[in-house]
């Protein structure tokens, strides 16, 4: 049996990222860099804190839907707790998740540039995200509470409860802000600083991931702020906007909130798709199959994404012709992600595919994914829609497109880039015993969510009638094992930081991109010369990855 990480030498002439002596020191070194590896690691330290934080109030969520009637907090708490772990799990976690980690820490990297294009600003959008994260933890201790609105802060329980909605507002507000520098600095690096010969259809297609969604984060995000600012001062000054006690429109809000929200939900989930697209063909050890076509499809889901956004109001009150519309884009936009599911598809097809632990997180997401879209595509069917409509289907649905998607990607990403981020080896046996609890708790938790939402279960209730109890039972046990599956992947992950086995090899897993080409940990400035492209990627020469393969699950 060999060793779980192959060590060869290394040019060793400069210090890795981890261990370059810059003008700060220490903490300080950290906490004041413009490396945009640091930042990224920087971005991975809060964005895993707020997601144990997240993760921690579902289950406590899930423990008092176990059973009828009160079991552990009672209904004002319990409508507290979904609204914090929605605002967490949303804007402090899923939206910035990739594009923030591993964004930032690869992207100049596989476009051959040695750093984003402000790397300031960078710095300044990862600072704004700590604020933004600090006032939503604040809401918790300050008096009256976190906000009980529910994430999407509808009116006009927003303007009438006297929790802390302004201090949520603002959490929100701010989070924006650091999405949009990020989605600038990506836009800009993309254009101005690719390396000579990488033309667009050289590029990765992470690369083009992380280019779309940036467009959706500039264009988006800006809507999102004015909505919650017009919150605030109404709120503030009481002046009719949005609550129709003072003369307002509550749809309104509704149009202005999800102009910007379904877009966001692209946000989370084009990213992903693009870290799907980087792993597939290394551990398929095939060449990616329809490459135009896959890139193609980010821009058009990123599109045809921001004009469907009235299909979550089809039971507030719309005219024929504008249900029309919105049920036909919403059919439309599902073409570009199945474009992508059969290429990735295509791609495994007759390949020697490794079940390595990044590529079973992938595979999963292939079907889980593909469970959260078809359920999305039902929901674009009005008389679908209006029975479904404020379920607990959509409880189910939402988490098999955002955790099932993008949260499995995520750690598909970890698994695939950590030895290269960090120069360590995670237990290669663990991570696969965490990955099987991680995707029966997955299915055990949310499936049943899908069936008693269509059985009539509404969604945000504290309560529910003995019909729909076997169903949240089996969900709660189901958040146990998925509880138990992240702790033993996180935990594997992080003693591996500590204790181990090193990795000095450029290409521990034989991929293509630019990555693999440099060291294990990256230099300060990625490269010591600019490199010169000559193909392009994930054209497979047969590499095999100078480490034994995993064995097959």
Known sequence: ??????????????????????????????????????????????????????????????????????????????????????????????????????????????????????????????????????????????????????????????????????????????????????????????????????????????????????????????????TLMLVAIERLFHIGIFDPALGGDPVLYQHLFWIYSHPAVYIMIIPAMGIVSEIIPVFAHR?????????????????????????????????????????????????????????????????????ATPMLYVLAFIFLFSIGGLTGVMQGVISIDIQLHDTAFIVGHFHYVMFGGTGFAMFAAFHYWMPKMFGKMYNRKLAKIAFWFIFIGFNFLYFPMLVMGWLGMPRRYYDYLPQFHPYHLISTIGSWILIIGLIIMFYNL?????????????????????????????????FTEIPVIEERPYVYKDNEPPVEKEETV
């Open 1 to 226: 049996m060999a060793s779980d990480a192959a060590v060869i030498e290394t040019n060793g002439n400069e210090p890795s990222y981890l261990d370059y002596k810059g003008k700060h020191s220490g903490i300080k070194g950290w906490l004041l860099s413009t490396d945009h590896k640091r930042i990224g690691i920087l971005y991975m330290i809060g964005i895993l804190a707020f997601f144990f934080v997240g993760v921690f109030l579902g289950f406590l969520m899930r423990l008092e839907l176990i059973s009828p009637g009160e079991t552990i907090v009672s209904a004002e708490t319990y409508n507290q707790f979904f609204t914090l772990h929605g605002v967490i799990m949303i804007f402090l976690f899923i939206i910035p998740g990739i594009p923030a980690i591993f964004g930032n820490f690869f992207l100049p990297i596989l476009i051959g540039a040695k750093d984003v294009a402000f790397p300031r600003l960078n710095l300044f959008s990862w600072y704004l995200y700590l604020t933004g994260g600090t006032l939503a933890l604040l809401s918790i201790v300050m008096p009256g509470g976190p906000a009980d609105t529910g994430w999407t802060f509808y009116i006009p329980y927003s303007v009438r409860t006297d929790t802390n909605v302004i201090l949520s507002l603002s959490a929100a507000f701010i989070l924006g802000f650091s999405s949009l520098l990020t989605g600038l600095n990506f836009i800009t690096t993309v254009h101005r600083l690719r390396a000579p010969g990488m033309t667009w259809f050289k590029m990765p297609l992470s690369v083009w991931s992380f280019y779309a969604t940036a467009w959706v984060q500039v264009l988006a995000t800006p809507i999102i702020a004015i």
């Open 287 to 355: 060449t990616i199959f329809g490459y135009k076509f896959i890139a193609f499809s980010s821009i058009a889901i990123a599109l045809f994404g921001s004009l469907v956004w009235a299909h979550h109001m089809f039971t507030a009150g719309m005219s024929d012709a504008g249900q029309l519309i919105f049920s036909l884009l919403t059919m439309i936009v599902a073409i570009p992600s199945a474009i992508k599911v059969f290429n990735w598809v295509a791609t495994l097809y007759k390949g020697s595919i490794d079940l």
């Open 494 to 526: 992080f003693k591996s930081l500590k204790s181990g086995p090193i990795v000095t090899e450029k290409n521990i897993w034989g991929g293509e991109t630019l990555e693999w080409q440099i060291d294990s940990p990256p230099i300060h400035e990625n």
